[in-house]
């Protein structure tokens, strides 16, 4: 299994565009995590979805962000406008599902806002 | 919610000493402790696990003890080598109410040769 797959790794924006962020889970896996990596704040979690349907929305910071999932191999979560302080790593996760199972993290979309 | 409290934030050893880190969590109702190594570049990795029906598991050199009336939880290394150095992080997850891993803050260790 090639694991986790998220795109871009690297993104460079200006302030005010759109971004979209990309994810494909493990073939199986019925959840999907977005989380927001910076030195201030850790590992934060944004939003995750349990058989395409989000569950839990309430760490997405703003109305400028929004996450779909529309089939069971891809998510997307999109800010829109950007802004220089949407700064960060943006890691997508998938697990089997149960709660108590550990996530499979892809390796990030690291985000520049300018 | 949850929240889980990691320390030290930073911890230098020498190759072949123990290192420990220990985390605390806030909500009693959690029941699930893994423990996540992140490379520089990398996105976290899970390296060990531990349920609230066991007290103690350990995997060749890492070792994780759980103590559910304190609410904490501790990741041992030992005969640590350089490869060792990464940023650790605990997490924690309950049954009810948001069921998504809470993180500590993580600790970056670091393994002198």
């Known amino acids: 299994d090639a694991g986790v797959i998220q795109s871009p790794r690297h993104e460079v924006t200006e302030m005010g565009q759109e971004v979209t962020l990309r994810c494909k889970p493990i073939?199986?896996?019925?959840?999907l995590f977005w989380y927001r990596q910076t030195m201030m704040r850790g590992l934060e979690l944004l939003i995750y979805?349990?058989?395409?349907?989000?569950?839990?929305d309430s760490g997405m910071p703003e109305d400028r962000f929004s996450a779909k999932m529309p089939n069971a191999s891809f998510s997307t979560l999109k800010i829109q406008p950007s802004e220089p302080r949407d700064s960060a790593v943006y890691f997508c996760?998938?697990?089997?599902?149960?709660?108590?199972?550990?996530?499979?993290f892809g390796s990030g979309t690291r985000l520049t806002v300018v | 919610g949850e929240n889980v409290e990691q320390h030290p934030s930073t911890l230098s050893v020498q190759e072949g000493d123990s290192a420990v880190i220990k985390c605390t969590y806030s909500?009693?109702?959690?029941?699930?402790f893994p423990w996540y190594k992140q490379e520089l570049g990398k996105g976290p990795q899970l390296i060990i696990d531990?349920?609230?029906?066991?007290g103690e598991k350990k995997d060749q050199r890492i070792a994780v003890t759980l103590n559910k009336t304190a609410k904490h939880f501790s990741l041992h290394i030992t005969e640590t080598q350089p490869e060792d150095s990464a940023v650790y992080f605990c997490?924690?997850?309950?049954?009810?109410?948001?069921?998504?891993?809470?993180f500590g803050s993580g600790t970056r260790l670091q393994v002198q040769p």
């Open positions: 979805f349990n058989n395409n349907v989000p569950i839990d």
């Open positions: 073939s199986g896996h019925n959840s």
């Open positions: 996760a998938s697990n089997l599902g149960d709660y108590n199972y550990g996530y499979t």
């Open positions: 531990i349920r609230s029906n066991v």
């Open positions: 909500d009693s109702a959690s029941n699930y």
């Open positions: 997490a924690a997850i309950a049954n009810t109410g948001r069921r998504a891993l809470t």
